[in-house]
């Protein structure tokens, strides 16, 4: 039996645990459906079309959890303030539970209000967690203290992706195709990839000058704001049609990302878990490479570059961050276990089959296999994780 006060003892635990879950609920369902619609599996009926749910699903329910349960144990600490207090993280933590028990009980008994219900209880810890956020940054400026831009920088990450999940909300009531991709679009340029930006522009340099000889730490913040000003210029003209400004922004992005790649590359040996965030990091140059060529040139194979950015540079991400903390802050090895590395590599192998599928005219078999790589990797790595959270500590330690 579950012991509420261990899953309740630190921020990361139950919204990891949760977030654990639903990346492992949502793999089964999307492969399934994927199997249905090739003829190898029974037909699920949907209350609403899984095409136009498996995105806002991952964008707005599945990886703001995890965003969640780190931001609520690093913001405090990054602005000078003491750890974040039960009543800050469990409220947002039961929010997004409430959300996955509202989501399954929408999509297997077919009822689509409770859909619509499971993205209003993450909006509900979306605000929850935004208004601790600002007050700890408010409180910051307060006490004369420099600004910590890069908690400024995910709050208006996550404030643009609570306008998004608003969007999607607006969409699923009314069953508007388009405002729900609107909402797709802008929240992975300005939600989830600056958030994920952010956290390596942060995290990256601090991690591998810990463990790599006569590393230079390098993060200036002009490179972050220039990735800032970009999403934002490339999400305008992605709106107004200006596919030639778009292509361009898309360019800059991927130099940006690039030339951060080539910055944090650490040059000599170094630890599993830096490489994996290294390597993870790759595909968003990549990613946006992709973007910008097949906006000018192949836009039939637009597919290929989201995917790079979701499978590839967040999926990737998400492995190496969560495994960090999963094994730091449970008294465990800062290393990478086996599970996580078959995780990672599945990842890789999923990616380039999702890009191979974008330009075979979105080939079933290739998605198919597609997703059955990320599921054989990622349902082992998600149901050790989810033991972990419900467990003490294997140091003894608190938290």
Not at 250 to 277: F, I, Q, Y
Not at 384 to 398: C, H, L, N, S, T
């Amino acid at each position: 039996m579950v012991k509420a006060p261990v899953v309740l003892a630190t921020p990361h635990r139950l919204l990891f645990l949760v977030g654990a879950v639903q990346f492992a609920l949502v793999i089964i369902w999307w492969g399934a459906m994927l199997f249905a619609l090739g003829g190898m599996g029974p037909h699920l009926e949907q209350p609403i079309p899984a095409s136009l749910l498996h995105a806002p699903i991952m964008l707005f329910l599945v990886l703001p959890a995890f965003f969640f349960g780190f931001l609520l144990t690093v913001f405090p600490r990054w602005t000078g303030f003491p750890d974040s207090a039960p009543i800050i993280y469990v409220p947002v933590g039961l929010a997004f539970l409430l959300a996955a028990i509202m989501l399954w009980t929408g999509l297997l008994a077919a009822v689509p209000l409770a859909i619509v219900i499971a993205f209003g209880a993450a909006a509900t810890g979306w605000i929850w967690a935004l208004g601790w956020m600002l007050g700890w940054l408010v409180r910051e400026l307060r006490a004369g203290r420099s600004p910590t831009w890069h908690g400024w920088s995910i709050f208006g990450a996550v404030c643009a992706g609570f306008g998004c999940l608003i969007g999607v909300i607006a969409g699923l009531r009314s069953l508007d195709g388009m405002l729900i991709h609107v909402s797709n679009v802008a929240g992975l340029a300005l939600f989830i990839l600056p958030v994920f930006i952010t956290v390596c522009h942060r995290m990256v340099p601090f991690f591998a000058g810990n463990v790599v000889t006569n590393y230079s730490r390098w993060r200036p913040f002009w490179v972050l704001a220039a990735f800032w000003i970009a999403s934002l210029a490339e999400t305008g003209a992605y709106y107004l049609s200006a596919s030639g400004v778009a292509a361009a922004c898309n360019a800059v992005l991927a130099c940006l990302t690039g030339l951060m790649l080539w910055k944090w590359w650490p040059g000599r040996r170094a630890p599993g878990l830096l490489w994996v965030l290294i390597l993870g990091f790759a595909w968003a140059p990549l990613g946006f490479a992709w973007t910008a060529w097949s906006g000018l040139f192949a836009p039939e194979s637009a597919r290929g570059g989201i995917h790079l950015l979701t499978i590839g540079f967040a999926g990737s991400l998400v492995i190496a961050m969560v495994t960090r903390v999963s094994q730091g802050h449970s008294g465990r090895p800062l290393a990478m276990p086996a599970l996580a590395w078959l995780a990672f590599a599945l990842v890789q192998v999923s990616t380039v089959l999702r890009l191979a599928a974008a330009l075979s005219a979105e080939a079933l078999p290739l998605l198919i296999l597609s997703a059955f790589c990320l599921a054989a990797g990622l349902l082992p790595w998600a149901v050790r994780a989810m033991a972990i959270y419900v467990q003490p500590r294997v140091d003894g330690k608190a938290g």
